[in-house]
C-alpha cells in the first residue's frame, strides 16, 4: 500500500499568521490554487495514479483539499476524527509571535518542552496517529490518500518513519505539501516528496 499524505491549502487564518486548530475555516482562494495546483503536479509526475480511497480531518478545509487532489467529491471523502488537527486549546486564533515562552518553546521543540495546559500532548498526537494507521494499513488499498493538518501530520510522518519519538517534527509542512509512503506488513519506507 502507498500512503500519500498532504496538508490543506491555505486559508485565511493560515494568512494572518494565527495558530488554527479546531477551528473549521474553510480554504480561501489561494488554498484552492494550491490543491489544484497539487493535482496537476501529482499528474504529472504519476499520470496513471488512482486512489482507491480519499480520506480526510473531518475539518472543511481539509476535505475539500483531499476531494480537490484526489479528484472526487467532497462526498465521497472519508471523514476520520484522529487525524484532525492538534487542539491548541486557549492558544486557539493567536498570533504565532505572540504565544507566549511556554507555547512557543513546546511548538518549536516538542521533544524537550511539555505542551502547557489546555493544549493537547504529542504523546496524543502520537496515539490517535498509530491507531489511525494500524487501522489503514489492514484495508486493501493500492494507494490511499490522507489529507489532513501540519501538526497532526509531524506524528503521520513520525510514525511511518517508525521514529522513536513518534514524531518527525521539522522542517514543517507546507500548504499542499505530500510526502508518499509505502506500508508493506507494517514495514515502512519513504518513497518521495511532492512540492508545488
Given amino acids: ?9 491555505q486559508t485565511r487564518l493560515n494568512k ?8 473549521d475555516e474553510p480554504l480561501n482562494e489561494t488554498g484552492i490554487s494550491q490543491a489544484k495546483a497539487m493535482r496537476r503536479q501529482l499528474l504529472t509526475v504519476h499520470p496513471d495514479i488512482s486512489f482507491d480511497a480519499v480520506y480526510a480531518s473531518p475539518l472543511n478545509r481539509a476535505v475539500i483539499t483531499g476531494a480537490i487532489i484526489g479528484g472526487v467529491s ?7 476524527r484522529r487525524i484532525i488537527e492538534a487542539d491548541f ?3 486557539e486564533q493567536k498570533k504565532y509571535y505572540l504565544l507566549g515562552p511556554s507555547m512557543s518553546l513546546y511548538w518549536a521543540l516538542p521533544e524537550v518542552f511539555p505542551a502547557p495546559k489546555s493544549v493537547e500532548s ?11 494507521l494500524e487501522e489503514l494499513e489492514k484495508k486493501d488499498y493500492e494507494n490511499v490518500l490522507v ?19 513518534g514524531i518527525r517534527w521539522r522542517p514543517k509542512p507546507h500548504n499542499c505539501c ?9 514495514i515502512h519506507r519513504f518513497i518521495e516528496e511532492l512540492k508545488i
Avoid: N
Fill in 178 to 186: 505530500m510526502r508518499i509512503y509505502e506500508s508493506d506488513k507494517g
Fill in 1 to 9: 500500500m502507498k500512503i500519500w499524505l498532504t496538508r490543506h491549502g
Fill in 89 to 91: 486549546g486557549k492558544y
Fill in 16 to 23: 494572518m499568521r494565527l495558530m488554527q486548530g479546531l477551528t
Fill in 122 to 132: 504529542i504523546q496524543s498526537m502520537v496515539s490517535r496517529s498509530r491507531a489511525f
Fill in 74 to 80: 467532497p462526498r465521497e471523502v472519508i471523514r476520520d
Fill in 147 to 165: 489529507a489532513c493538518h501540519g501538526g497532526i501530520l509531524r506524528a503521520l510522518y513520525g510514525c511511518l518513519e517508525d521514529r522513536p519519538s
